[in-house]
C-alpha cells in the first residue's frame, strides 16, 4: 500500500498569533514576537528575552475535571487543535465513529512536574501532589489529553525528540498513513513556555542576551547572532489519506511527499554537518525529488553561531550552486522547540498558499560560512509549490520534511 | 475548635470553588462524588483539601465511609484538633 498524505487542517497558538490570518500577516509583515519579560530577570535568569504567547484561557472551554490533568503545552495544544479540527471539518461525531489517531510532539514537562513535587515535599505527603499531577508530569501528557478530549481511538503516541519533536510525529504519522495503518492521525508539537520550562537552557548560556531589542534578538544566520531566544505553544496538524480526505468531502491544502531523519551519533549539543545533510538527502530520496524540485527552504537555524554554521554548509554542499531561498522563521518567532517542527511546517504552507516567502528579519550580513546559502531578509512575494523544513535536536535527532501545495 | 456550622459554611464554599460547582448542589445528603463529579483519583483532591485546611489525613479505609457531606462534615467534627 501506498497511500498519498494530505493536511486538510491546521491550528496555532503562537507568538505571531492565535488564527491562521493573523499568522500569516504577521509573516508577511516581519512582525516579531519577541519580548523582554521582567519577570525573569527577577528570578535570575541570564536573559530575560521570550516569545509573547498568549495565556490560554480553557475555563469558558473545558470542565476542572478536564483541565486538572492539563500542563500549560496541553492546553496550549487544545486550542490549536480545535482549529486544525474545524478547519479539516471533523466534528465530534466524526471521530467518535472514525479510528482516528494522534502524534504529537512533546518533549518537557518541567512546570508541572516542578509544581507537583514542591506540594509533596511541603506537606511530606505524595497527596499533596494532587490527582492532576501524574497526567500533567508525564512527557506524553499532550497526546494522552488530547486523545480523550477529542475521542481519538487510533495510535496515540508523544515523539520526544528534542528540537524536532514536531518535525518526527509529521513524519512518522505520514509513515502511518502512507502504509495504510491509519486513515486520519492528528499530529504537532507543543511547547512549554513558562520560565521553569528552559531555567536551565538558560543556564548554559545558549540564549540571546541582546535584551535593549528584544525584536532584533533571534537573527538566525546573521553574523552578530548572539544565540537563541525561547519561545513556545503549539501547532497541529491534521493529516490523512487522499482517498479519506476526498472521500470526506474535506478541503486539502498540501501533501506530505517526503520525510526523512538521520541521528549524528556524535555530541550531545554540537551539531555535525554530515548529520543533517544525511536527512536532507534522505528526505529528497523519499520524495523522489532532486535538490532543484525545492523552491524554499525553511531552515531549522535558531540563531546559534555553531547551528546556523552547520546547517548552512549541509544546504550549500548538498544545494551546490543552486541558491534555493532560504529562511528561518524562528527570526520572527524565537525558538519554538519541541512546536517548532510543526508550526514551522504551517507557517510555510501559509506563504505557500499566499504566494509569498517570509524575510528572515534581522539578517544583516552573513558570516564566513552562512554566506554560503541564499538568506532572504525582506519578504518576498513569490509563487512556489514545493518546500522543505529541516528541524534538528540535542542529541544530533534530526528531521525534514518536504510538503508540495495541493490545487484542489 | 471550630463549630460543625463553621465547617459546613468553609468545606462547601472551599468544594464549589476548588471543583467548580455551584453551592447549591451541596445538600447533607448528597453524595459527594456526584455533586463533585470526582472519580476513584479525583476523590484524593478531597483528602489533601481536608489536610492541608484542617491538618486531618483522612485514610484509604475512612475514605470509604464518607459518602455524602454529612459524613464528611462528621468526620471533621470528630477528628479535628483541640
Given at each position: 500500500m501506498n497511500h498519498r498524505v494530505v493536511i486538510t487542517g491546521m491550528g496555532l497558538w503562537s507568538c505571531l498569533g492565535t488564527t491562521l490570518d493573523e499568522v500569516r500577516d504577521a509573516l508577511y509583515t516581519g512582525k516579531s514576537?519577541?519580548?523582554?519579560?521582567?519577570?525573569?530577570k527577577d528570578a535570575g535568569f541570564r536573559s530575560a528575552l521570550v516569545g509573547n504567547v498568549p495565556v490560554a484561557d480553557l475555563k469558558p472551554l473545558l470542565h476542572r475535571k478536564f483541565r486538572n490533568t492539563m500542563p500549560e503545552a496541553a492546553q496550549y495544544a487544545y486550542l490549536a487543535t480545535l482549529q486544525a479540527l474545524e478547519q479539516a471539518r471533523l466534528d465530534e461525531?466524526?471521530?467518535?465513529?472514525?479510528?482516528?489517531?494522534?502524534?504529537?510532539?512533546?518533549?518537557?514537562?518541567?512546570?508541572?512536574?516542578?509544581?507537583?513535587?514542591?506540594?509533596?515535599?511541603?506537606?511530606?505527603?505524595?497527596?499533596?501532589?494532587?490527582?492532576?499531577?501524574?497526567?500533567?508530569?508525564?512527557?506524553?501528557?499532550?497526546?494522552?489529553?488530547?486523545?480523550?478530549?477529542?475521542?481519538?481511538?487510533g495510535i496515540n503516541l508523544t515523539t520526544a525528540s528534542a528540537c524536532s519533536s514536531g518535525s518526527q510525529s509529521i513524519g512518522l504519522a505520514a509513515m502511518l498513513i502512507r502504509d495504510g495503518l491509519q486513515e486520519c492521525v492528528v499530529c504537532g508539537g507543543a511547547e512549554e513556555n513558562n520560565l521553569f520550562g528552559i531555567a536551565a537552557f538558560d543556564g548554559i548560556q545558549a540564549f540571546s542576551v541582546r535584551e535593549d531589542d528584544p525584536a532584533r534578538a533571534s537573527r538566525p544566520f546573521d553574523r552578530s547572532r548572539?544565540?537563541?531566544?525561547?519561545?513556545?505553544?503549539?501547532?497541529?496538524?491534521?493529516?490523512?489519506?487522499?482517498?479519506?480526505?476526498?472521500?470526506?468531502?474535506?478541503?486539502i491544502l498540501a501533501e506530505v511527499v517526503g520525510w526523512g531523519f538521520s541521528g549524528n551519533g556524535d555530541h550531545i549539543s554540537v551539531p555535525t554537518v554530515e548529520g543533517p545533510m544525511r536527512s536532507l538527502e534522505n528526505c529528497l530520496r523519499n520524495a523522489g525529488l532532486q535538490p532543484r524540485d525545492i523552491q524554499y527552504i525553511n531552515a531549522h537555524a535558531t540563531s546559534t553561531i555553531i547551528g546556523d554554521q552547520r546547517e548552512a554548509k549541509?544546504?550549500?554542499?548538498?544545494?551546490?550552486?543552486?541558491?534555493?531561498?532560504?529562511?528561518?522563521?524562528?527570526?520572527?518567532?524565537?525558538?519554538?522547540?519541541?512546536?517548532?517542527?510543526?508550526?514551522?511546517v504551517i507557517y510555510s504552507i501559509l506563504m505557500m498558499k499566499n504566494g509569498f516567502i517570509a524575510g528572515?528579519?534581522?539578517?544583516?550580513?552573513?558570516?564566513?560560512?552562512?554566506?554560503?546559502?541564499?538568506?532572504?531578509?525582506?519578504?518576498?512575494?513569490?509563487?512556489?509549490?514545493?518546500?522543505?523544513?529541516?528541524?534538528?535536536?540535542?542529541?544530533?535527532?534530526?528531521?525534514t520534511l518536504i510538503i508540495k501545495d495541493f490545487k484542489n | 475548635m471550630k463549630t460543625r456550622a463553621?465547617?459546613?459554611?468553609?468545606?462547601?464554599?472551599?468544594?464549589?470553588?476548588?471543583?467548580?460547582?455551584?453551592?447549591?448542589?451541596?445538600?447533607?445528603?448528597?453524595?459527594?462524588?456526584?455533586?463533585?463529579?470526582?472519580?476513584?483519583?479525583?476523590?484524593?483532591?478531597?483528602?489533601?483539601?481536608?489536610?492541608?485546611?484542617?491538618?486531618?489525613k483522612i485514610s484509604k479505609e475512612d475514605l470509604t465511609q464518607i459518602v455524602t457531606f454529612n459524613n464528611l462534615y462528621d468526620y471533621i467534627e470528630t477528628h479535628q484538633k483541640a
Open positions: 514576537g519577541i519580548i523582554y519579560n521582567p519577570e525573569r461525531d466524526y471521530l467518535t465513529q472514525h479510528e482516528v489517531g494522534i502524534i504529537y510532539g512533546n518533549d518537557s514537562v518541567v512546570e508541572a512536574t516542578m509544581i507537583g513535587l514542591d506540594k509533596f515535599r511541603a506537606a511530606r505527603d505524595t497527596v499533596a501532589c494532587g490527582s492532576g499531577a501524574i497526567f500533567q508530569s508525564m512527557n506524553s501528557t499532550v497526546s494522552m489529553n488530547l486523545a480523550c478530549l477529542f475521542h481519538l481511538r548572539d544565540g537563541l531566544v525561547p519561545g513556545g505553544g503549539a501547532a497541529t496538524l491534521i493529516l490523512e489519506s487522499y482517498e479519506h480526505a476526498v472521500q470526506r468531502g474535506a478541503t549541509a544546504i550549500a554542499q548538498l544545494f551546490g550552486d543552486y541558491r534555493v531561498p532560504v529562511t528561518s522563521t524562528k527570526s520572527q518567532t524565537g525558538h519554538e522547540m519541541w512546536m517548532a517542527g510543526a508550526s514551522e528572515n528579519i534581522n539578517f544583516e550580513a552573513p558570516d564566513d560560512e552562512t554566506a554560503a546559502i541564499n538568506v532572504l531578509p525582506e519578504t518576498r512575494e513569490t509563487a512556489f509549490d514545493t518546500f522543505l523544513s529541516n528541524s534538528f535536536g540535542f542529541g544530533g535527532t534530526n528531521s | 463553621q465547617i459546613i459554611s468553609e468545606i462547601n464554599a472551599k468544594m464549589a470553588e476548588v471543583f467548580e460547582i455551584e453551592e447549591s448542589v451541596i445538600t447533607p445528603d448528597a453524595t459527594i462524588a456526584d455533586a463533585l463529579e470526582l472519580d476513584s483519583i479525583s476523590l484524593v483532591d478531597l483528602v489533601s483539601i481536608v489536610h492541608q485546611d484542617y491538618g486531618i
